[in-house]
């Protein structure tokens, strides 16, 4: 009997995210919401670009999906601007017995560590009383810097440093918010944004060192070590969704490095640009303009690049549909999981079985 599922969110992830439970023949799609009430009463195939309908009618109306008695929610919504508003969304599904896989907040792939245990614990708690587990988890962070470089390290005899790092040209990519308030790109270089505010990058992705790190069974110095480079842009241009200035910020390079007596044993780093000839002396991918990258120093010596593109898009257009996917892909581990908070350590292998037929 296929699992019911509803969809939350029909933003670029949630829209790949209903074509992926499409074409789950464990899943059922039973319900969509949306913020936005234009949507509201539109066909969740049209929402997609499906170009068919699925006969599931999209709302604004939270107690009425909830009335459909999902087995699970595919949470894509945009957590970066509202996360303890997500948080507390979270805890409401998990109270009413609704398992969850979300994309965000990203803080809670591995909030052990990151959040105070008293908000972990009430999370865990909300699962646990409502017989529901919760998994946050995606592409970055998640599958390619989890999943992926624990994986690796199960070859290794000795295991130096582990550096897991997303290489990216940022000028296709369509958040405006994400790439002006968050990354501060068009902006002044003697102004912070808030992604380089002290800590911020340890919260956004410190979870994916810890949990390295736990998979390793390493413990960490305190706190975590961030650093970052800003470079400007040699001339005017634009993006798909801003204007970026000569002299304003446009590349960023950062790190958030968990040290074990001072040595640097797990890096998370992030090279960002917003046009393709920008900061030649940073890491490239090996080919096209988008790579996961997975350093695994020690004996062996390991390097993975996961290059990605879109059969009708770029690197941007199939790192969204990743996303998606990782969630879809595991909501039947997710619900066969204990309740409560579940991460990728908890997981059995999760496959795209059922969509290579």
Sequence with gaps: ????????????????????????PELELVGVWVSDPAKAGRDAGELAGLGRDLGVRATTDR??????????IVHTAMTDDRIFDAVEDLIFFLEHGINVVSSGPVILQYPRGVLPDDVVERIHSAGVRGGASLHVNGIDPGFANDVLPLAMTSLSQRIDQVRCVEIADYSTYGQ????TELFGFGGALDQTPFLLQ????SLGWG???????AGLGLTLDEPLVERHERLPAEEDFDTVCCHIAEGTAAALRFEVIGTVGGDEKVVLEHVTRTAPGQAPDWP???RGDGCYRVEVTGEPSMTVDLHHH???GDHNDSGMI???????NAVEAVVAAEPGIVTALDLPPVTGRGLAG
């Design 322 to 328: 990743m996303t998606a996917m990782r969630l879809v």
């Design 198 to 201: 002290p800590g911020v990058l």
């Design 207 to 213: 979870s994916v060192v810890r949990q390295i790190a």
């Design 63 to 72: 107690d009425a999906l909830l009335a459909l008695k999902p087995d699970c």
């Design 176 to 179: 405006a918010m994400t790439m």
């Design 1 to 24: 009997m296929a699992l019911r599922v509803v969809e939350w969110s029909t933003g670029t992830v949630g829209r790949h995210a209903i074509a992926g439970i499409e074409a789950r």
């Design 310 to 312: 879109g059969e009708h």
């Design 284 to 286: 490239r991918p090996t």
